[in-house]
């Protein structure tokens, strides 16, 4: 069921209310961004109305790693809370799946405030993975996702590589535990024991985290590196991640920046950097997503499955992930403009494969790896001119 769409005015909060922070041209859908679905819905002129209408793709169906989604939509994590928010605009069960906001060991405030400022065309935000530890979420969010029949990938983060094991082992002796379709691992936050360096800018601490959380769940449950921009070589932390067992990779999580108020001239947010995320994040996401893909399809990385995420705001935006190599996407910041833009965006994205004819998601998984022209190789270098005997003069050579 798809609720009538409304505006909460910035009331889906990530982990308190953002109420007050405009994000208006954050995730709006504006006009020349994105794909207009409802102009193709509206057909041709009346002239050209005799001809085959789009249909939108009717099978969207996924499966990541043994994960089987009807559809590959999803919710970024920290974008839409837990769940009932969201729900009042849509039916959550809707979802490909919920990803739940990251949860840790116990109950966290977050960083202090001001957590939020606009950027241009993106946002920046520092919540400081704000929850109410796993306890209070296996007891209270996880039954209420299940209630509603939600497939859920639980987001998951510690401070330590033991701590991201015990969330996980708390999740995983759950009750409600049989909505879990996967997990997702937050790699993106700092490790006390190494100087707050973030776990995903370090392949070993990053191979660390995941064998963790690997050997607290059962073999068969898909478990999702989630990965940072903000690292030189995304293969090879990716590749950490796939040896020490996960089973899937999300690109990306947000960037990082800092915004200075230019009346007061000091950092807008009172953690001073802050996570972009928006639309301007979308080429950052589709690079990610691109560079993992043509490691895979070249052997230098394992291939298993990618979830691509940021700036997604519209199916065309979606249909640039999956074509860059992504099995499914994962909606965020566009929820506080706009609640209902997941579903919106599944039915853009089905009207765009039906449209480009495809009969299934994974025809197009990576088809812009195939429609690049080779790069063309360095200019061959000139071929050094033979060397000649001295060309004879007039006088000397033709006597005669
Ligand atoms: C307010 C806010 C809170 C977020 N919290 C989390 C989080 O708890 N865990 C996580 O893995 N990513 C978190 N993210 C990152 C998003 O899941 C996503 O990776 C990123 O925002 C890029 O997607 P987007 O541009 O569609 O928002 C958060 C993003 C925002 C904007």
């Given at each position: 069921m798809h609720r009538p769409r409304g505006h909460l005015g910035g009331v889906v909060s990530p982990a308190g209310p953002v109420a007050g922070?405009?994000?208006?041209?954050?995730g709006g859908h504006g006009v020349g961004h994105g794909f207009d679905a409802a102009s193709l819905r509206s057909g041709p002129p009346s002239s050209l109305s005799s001809a085959p209408q789009p249909r939108p793709l009717e099978n969207l169906a996924v499966n990541l790693a043994g994960m089987a989604l009807p559809n590959p939509v999803m919710t970024a994590s920290g974008c839409a809370a837990n769940g009932r928010e969201l729900h009042r605009f849509f039916d959550v069960g809707e979802l490909g799946a919920f990803v739940t906001k990251t949860v840790m060991g116990l109950p966290r405030a977050g960083r202090g405030t001001p957590r939020m400022a606009e950027t241009p065309s993106g946002m920046l935000n520092s919540i400081g993975l704000q929850g109410p530890g796993i306890d209070a979420f296996v007891d209270h969010d996880l039954p209420w996702l299940r209630s509603v029949g939600a497939r859920v990938l639980v987001s998951v983060a510690g401070e330590t590589p033991e701590e991201f094991g015990l969330v996980t082992r708390v999740l995983r002796n759950s009750?409600?535990?049989?909505?879990?379709v996967g997990v997702e691992i937050n790699i993106s936050c700092p490790n006390v024991a190494n100087r707050?360096?973030?776990?995903?800018?370090d392949p070993d601490s990053t191979a660390a985290v995941v064998a963790e959380v690997r050997k607290e769940l059962p073999p068969q449950l898909p478990a999702f590196a989630k990965l940072s921009p903000d690292v030189t070589d995304i293969v090879a932390i990716a590749r950490a991640a796939v040896d020490a067992g996960a089973s899937g990779l999300t690109a990306i999580n947000t960037t990082l920046g800092v915004a200075i108020d230019?009346?007061?001239?000091?950092?807008?947010?009172a953690g001073i950097t802050g996570g972009m995320s928006g639309p301007a994040l979308l080429p950052v996401a589709v690079r990610a997503v691109w560079q993992l893909r043509a490691a895979m399809r070249a052997d230098r990385l394992p291939a298993v499955p990618i979830i691509g995420v940021g700036g997604v705001r519209s199916g065309a935006d979606a249909l640039q992930l999956l074509a860059a190599g992504a099995d499914a996407v994962q909606v965020g910041t566009a929820i506080f403009n706009d609640p209902g833009a997941p579903v919106r965006v599944r039915e853009e994205l089905a009207l765009l494969l039906g449209t480009h004819g495809f009969s299934r998601i994974a025809d197009v998984v990576g088809i812009a790896h195939d429609r690049t022209p080779p790069t063309p190789g360095?200019?061959?270098?000139?071929?050094?001119k033979p060397k000649t005997k001295p060309e004879p003069t007039h006088q000397s050579g033709s006597a005669s």
């Open positions: 922070h405009g994000v208006g041209q954050v009750a409600a535990f049989d909505t879990v707050g360096l973030v776990f995903a800018c230019a009346l007061l001239l000091r950092p807008v947010l360095p200019a061959p270098k000139p071929k050094p």
